[in-house]
């Protein structure tokens, strides 16, 4: 489908934007962006693992939609980002 609608919240607004997507139509959703400070053409820099980690221990994420923002040339690039879906294993709090 075709997003029309882009908002950008902090981190400290997962638990909200969480909740408001399960009440909503169903068209909603959440897609975590980072600045991604890596070059290759096909993998996502280490700044991906930490979020990820991040994301299953505090949220209980299973499934991350993520959208890695690149900068080549010091400009934000569409074509140089990438866009994945992660899996995520469930993590407990230590």
């Known amino acids: ?3 029309t609608v882009v ?4 981190l400290t607004d997962w ?12 068209k909603a959703k959440i897609m975590l962006a980072f600045a991604d400070p890596c070059t ?14 991040m ?4 949220w209980g994420v299973s499934e991350l939609e ?4 690149r900068r080549p040339g010091g ?11 992660v899996h995520l294993p469930r993590l407990s709090k230590a």
């Open 75 to 85: 400009r934000v690039s569409a074509a140089a980002s990438l866009r994945l879906t």
């Open 40 to 53: 290759s053409t096909m993998h996502p820099g280490w700044a991906l693992r930490n979020l990820t980690v």
């Open 7 to 10: 908002t950008c919240h902090p």
């Open 15 to 26: 638990a909200v934007l969480t909740s408001a997507v399960g009440s909503g139509d169903g």
């Open 1 to 3: 489908g075709d997003i």
């Open 55 to 58: 994301a299953s221990v505090r």
């Open 66 to 69: 993520v959208l890695a923002v």
